[in-house]
């Protein structure tokens, strides 16, 4: 698919960047500079630069130009229009599906996964649609007001929700994330992960310094089980440096297996990007940041407890819709009230973080989720529509996308998180029939850690549960059957409504 970058914002006053960050504004000029258009300010349809303004800045005309731009990319009927390609690709996958016996290429593709066919899935995008679209109404109507009450005379469109969204977050918590930081130093939360992991699953975690590592940066842990045997080795690489990608992820040198009756010990590894420490202050990171550290490291707990015959089958080897759960579900340590008064400690006084500060997260966390929720269902329905069909998609894809959104009702002032023309993670990259599993693997965490919150934090017969018949498993059962001997019964989703807040 090709897709056209060519659109540039060019402001050449600066009374046209109200309201946008110094920051933001420096790069602008430096990318204006890099054009040969010095003292101008150069927006582009890049995430970096079009997100950010459309969060800031004052000028409605100005975020109206970028917007209109951004949501019409790949779409101006010209030589990098991707309608006709994505028709062709969505097709001719339904060919090759009916070619295998399938009536659909969704069908064909979920086979293996959790949600096993497209009703399934359909039925959960469906169940959790109308609770996000009411709040996301809801949110509409806030935002219309904060319109109103700055004296402007018209309604919410999707260029004004980032916007006034960011103006209502403001008001409403003053949640200063300089404020948080301190409690979340790295040490402070690396530790937090590793004592979660001992209090649930009894695993040690020592620091070794006489193991080859590829760079200065990177740690390495002997992890223990709660005998002391060894289970496996974990090397931890925190910080950015010129030649490492972005992002967070976690990657196995060695996955688990077993021969002869002898377990050969998985070598499993944690990378992230998180802001380098300064001087001798230890590097404090965001609470987006520590979450993410518990993230990464319960995919390492997946593939450091995996105890199956093959390595093929190891750890995280299983269906896209299922290996989020045991990285997912460690979030809900991280950010509940009980685990942080544990871990998130001051770097400096060892302060446990004060309740008033818990209670300010808490409620900024489920802001806002009725759009975050509304745009991302409405993608994964469009996904599905166009990977479910079992006839070929005739016509004009942009009539296809509208009946597919007027058929959910979805709201003017929202559009999907990728329309067609853009969406590269079902016609480029390896989502197709597949982008639901985000939230379907949401509904497994939130639903899994209720197991935990009905006992108790740590209760020792669940932990023991999820351990031997979701962690050690790996890819060798199937995964409804796993969770539903792990929960007795199947994942309800009210866990996550109210985790979102939609309920
Ligand atoms: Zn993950």
Redesign the pocket.
């Known amino acids: 698919m090709a897709e056209t970058n060519a659109f540039e914002l060019i402001i050449d006053s600066a009374n046209q960047l109200d309201g946008l960050p110094e920051s933001l504004k420096s790069a602008a000029a430096e990318e204006a500079k890099a054009k040969g258009k010095d003292g101008k300010w150069l927006f582009t349809l890049q995430n970096p630069s079009v997100m950010p303004f459309l969060q800031y800045a004052k000028n409605r005309d100005l975020r109206k130009q970028i917007w209109e731009a951004y949501q019409m990319r790949g779409n101006n009927d010209n030589a990098n229009d991707n309608k006709e390609v994505l028709r062709k690709i969505a097709n001719l996958r339904l060919e090759k599906a009916k070619l295998l016996g399938y009536p659909s290429y969704a069908a064909y593709v979920l086979e293996e996964s959790m949600a096993k066919n497209p009703t399934n899935v359909y039925a959960l995008l469906n169940k959790l649609w109308t609770p996000a679209l009411n709040k996301a109404k809801g949110e509409a109507t806030d935002i219309n007001k904060e319109i109103k009450a700055e004296g402007g005379n018209f309604e919410v469109a999707p260029y004004d929700w980032s916007y006034y969204t960011e103006i209502i977050r403001k008001n409403r918590f003053a949640l200063n994330e300089d404020e948080i930081k301190p409690y979340f130093s790295l040490p402070t939360v690396r530790e937090g992960a590793f004592a979660v992991a001992n209090k649930l699953y009894g695993l040690t975690f020592v620091a070794l310094n006489n193991v080859p590592v590829y760079h200065k940066d990177v740690e390495v842990y002997e992890v223990k089980d709660k005998d002391g045997s060894h289970l496996g080795l974990l090397y931890a690489d925190f910080f950015p440096r010129a030649s490492k990608s972005s992002g967070a ?2 990657t196995s040198y060695r996955n688990q297996s077993k021969k002869e009756g002898k377990r050969n010990a998985p070598v499993i590894s944690i990378v992230c990007n998180f802001t380098k420490p300064v001087g001798d202050q230890p590097a404090l990171l965001t609470f987006d940041e520590a979450s993410t550290l518990f ?2 490291f ?2 390492a707990l997946h593939g450091l407890l995996s105890n199956v015959k093959y390595k093929s089958l190891a750890g995280t080897s299983v269906s896209r819709d299922f ?2 759960l045991p ?2 579900i460690m979030e809900n340590w991280a950010a509940d009230a009980a685990v942080l008064k544990e871990y998130a400690k001051h770097y400096k006084t060892k302060e446990a973080i004060p309740d008033s500060l818990i209670a300010k997260m808490e409620k900024a966390g489920t802001f806002n989720q009725g759009f975050a929720t509304v745009e991302y269902l409405a993608a994964s329905l469009l996904d599905m529509n166009y990977h479910a069909a079992t006839t070929p998609i005739k016509g004009n894809i942009n009539a296809f996308e509208k009946e597919s959104m007027k058929k959910i009702g979805l709201i003017d002032a929202i559009i999907p998180r990728y329309r067609s023309t853009y969406f590269k993670h079902i016609f480029e990259g390896g989502y197709s029939a597949g982008y639901y599993a985000y939230i379907w693997s949401e509904v497994l965490d939130s639903d899994a850690f209720a197991a935990f919150k009905e006992k108790s934090l740590y209760d020792q017969p669940t932990a023991d549960s999820f351990r031997r018949n979701i962690l050690e498993k790996g890819g060798t059962g199937d995964p409804a059957q796993m969770y539903k001997t792990f929960r007795g019964a199947d994942p309800d989703p009210k866990y996550l409504l109210i985790k979102r807040g939609l309920n």
């Open positions: 992820w976690m993230h990464e319960g995919h290996v989020e990285s997912q």
